[in-house]
């Protein structure tokens, strides 16, 4: 049986399709499973971890006199990171980056000051996604409402997602940051606990 030159060439279309489709299919299936490590690669390739000479600078220097910016600012120097703050009442805020949990405390009020942020997510950013790289002794500032907050790391723990006492108020004034670990579950917390060590206005 012959196939005239018109039979050919749909087929041979077909084909061509079906490749495109296939290789489409597998990029996607590709980048899903990359994903996860797009943002290292992405903060090697653009934004090189600081040096330790700039994070033991960071971490020793005392209060300067630069201006203190007026949006609410989280800044973590062993990540050579900054991030507004969104304080929405949602969880659906940690679409944009970190979130202050609502009913817990904010720096002016001397409390336990609670920061989160995804560590892995396919919408959003994964603002935490190096959290596990912060030390003890570590500092991290907020800017808050035209004053900076400087907390020194104190503890650094894993728990469970129903160990709630993470978020509980408390006497003396501390920030809190957490996030999901291990890297693409759910299954724990990671805990920092930095204690308020200075504010400047």
């Given amino acids: 049986m012959f196939m005239d030159a018109t039979h050919i060439h749909s087929v041979s279309r077909l084909r061509r ?7 489409a299919v ?4 590709i980048y899903i499973a990359l994903s996860p490590l ?8 653009h ?5 330790s000479a700039a994070i033991t600078k960071a971490n020793t220097q005392p209060a300067t006199s630069e201006p203190i910016p007026a949006d609410d600012i989280l800044k973590i120097p062993r990540l050579g990171m900054t991030q507004v703050i969104h304080s929405g009442p949602s969880i659906a805020e940690l679409s944009k980056g970190v979130w202050l949990v609502p009913n817990t405390s904010s720096p002016e009020k ?3 000051t609670v920061i989160v942020g995804h560590r892995f997510t396919y919408a959003g950013p994964a603002v935490f996604y190096f959290l596990d790289k912060i030390e003890v002794n570590d500092r991290i500032t907020v800017d808050w409402q035209k004053k900076e907050y400087t907390y ?7 728990v469970p997602p129903t160990e709630t006492s993470v978020q509980k108020a408390t006497s003396k004034p501390q920030l809190t940051l957490y996030t999901c670990t291990p890297l ?6 990671l805990v920092i ?9």
């Fill in 184 to 189: 693409l579950t759910a299954k724990n917390r």
């Fill in 193 to 201: 606990t930095a204690p308020l060590e200075r504010v400047r206005s």
């Fill in 26 to 29: 597998l990029l996607v299936g």
């Fill in 38 to 45: 797009l943002p290292r690669l992405g903060v090697l390739l």
């Fill in 152 to 158: 020194k790391v104190s503890e650094i723990k894993v």
């Fill in 47 to 51: 934004n090189p971890a600081p040096s």
């Fill in 110 to 112: 001397k409390s336990n």
């Fill in 17 to 23: 399709f079906n490749h495109g489709l296939t290789v």
